[in-house]
């Protein structure tokens, strides 16, 4: 998706800073790709649709509210924690990783965006101290292993946004099996109703209240 047209067509309500920070993304991760690979090569051009985009149909199912508190697990370079960051200002974003050059990708792309709202950490995700409203993921292992590893990390008291708190999570194909145990509160929503593009016809965003 290279017309940046399109993209603005999905989010109408950028604001100026936004619609420049988004701007620069390609740029920086092309950048930083090349010093420290974490992003697929095939994929470098098609960031934004394939990164970004995939990243922003969280903030299609939820618009998080000011205050928000949310946690990032695998986030490789940055995803879907940098796109939701931009998006939402008011939130704040814990981006977390075991790999540590990733993390410092992640640093230097959040920095270069000024964005004032965004936290790095190299931490293996089962080691996590504090609370969040929402745990995002793009399918970083099988969800059973991911839930042992962060349920008690979501707060269940303070509930101010319009979905309860809990996980929203990344992922395609057939997720029946894997998301039997969840079956009576799961929700699964069709990335392909969100936006226009063949890469997003088997994929989802997975919500699971906890």
Known sequence: MSDFSVFESYFPNLTPLQKEQFGKITDLYTYWNQRINVVSRKDIDN??????????????VLAFAPGTKVLDIGTGG????????ILFPDCKF???DSIAKKIKVVEEVA?????????AEQKRAEKLKGSYHFVVSRAVTEFNRFYAWIHQRIDQKDQFNSLPNGILYLKGGDLSEEMERFARKVSYYPIADFFQAPFFETKKVVYLPI
Not at 47 to 60: G, N, P, Q, R, T
Not at 78 to 85: D, K, V
């Open 47 to 60: 960031l934004m649709e394939k990164h970004v985009l995939h990243s922003l149909a969280i903030a299609k």
């Open 78 to 85: 940055g995803f879907p924690g940098i796109p939701l960051a």
């Open 94 to 96: 814990h981006l977390v």
């Open 111 to 119: 920095a270069a965006l000024e964005l004032k709202n965004v936290t």
